[in-house]
């Protein structure tokens, strides 16, 4: 189950944005935002792993299920704000779905511009917003038995500081 | 209207999807949560904290008091926790 790659209209700033079962490479990533642009002098890139415990406790597997459709546009809704409000030549969003063991990807983040600052700051404004509002949710295996991830207030909070004034 | 539920909203109600047919003094979202409260256990079971679940409409979130007139597909889950 791979969704289509939804690319940009023409823009200055390519929008990649991909939610599959399969991994993501992150060195071909790049290579494939930044192509043979000299342009670009940063690219950020954040991956999302997960994690072998939780508060102490063991963590066997992750299930991520997601809203097919809602979280595509979601995602785009604000990799559309992020290049909106940061000089950014580039962006790719992946995001995985299906079940994941430790030590596996689940998402990707990568920005691209001609200076680090901007790119930086829209990697982290993207994974703050993906957090909170992109339409996924996890479920936890672990040795005490399953249950789906509680949404924590200080992820909600890292998203609130990118609210203008 | 098409409805959709995600999380441990699907697995309370029981049902991934559905078309329903609220009456017509059912407006709002909180309304219609509301409503389909009143339908069965299972969906009691799925709203009994009805602040706790988002909606969305037409795949953009929304809030309890927006009107659901036109939607053609409502979504329920609980908080997401991706990334």
Known sequence: MTSPVTASPVTACPVTIRIQQDDFDIAREIAVL??????????????????G???????????????????????RRHADEATARWPLDGVTVIHRVGRFM??????????????????????????DYLKTNAPFWKKEESATGTGWVEAQARDDEAAARWTRP | MKVKYFAWVRERVGKAEETIEP????RTVEELIAWLSGQSE?????????????????????????AIAGAREIAFFPPMTGG
């Open chain 1, 34 to 51: 930044t192509g043979s642009r000299t342009d670009i002098g940063a690219v950020v890139s954040f991956s999302g792993i997960c994690r």
């Open chain 1, 53 to 75: 415990d939780e508060d102490s406790a063991k963590i066997a597997a992750l299930t991520l299920e997601h809203y097919p459709g809602m979280a595509e546009e979601e995602i």
């Open chain 1, 102 to 127: 430790p030590g596996q990807n689940i998402v990707l983040v990568l920005t691209a511009s001609q200076h680090r600052q901007a790119a930086f700051q829209a990697a982290e404004f993207l994974m």
């Open chain 2, 23 to 26: 009456p017509a003094t059912v």
């Open chain 2, 42 to 66: 299972a969906y009691a079971y799925a709203f009994e904290k009805p602040k706790v679940i988002r909606t969305a409409i037409d795949h953009t979130h929304v809030k309890p008091d927006a």
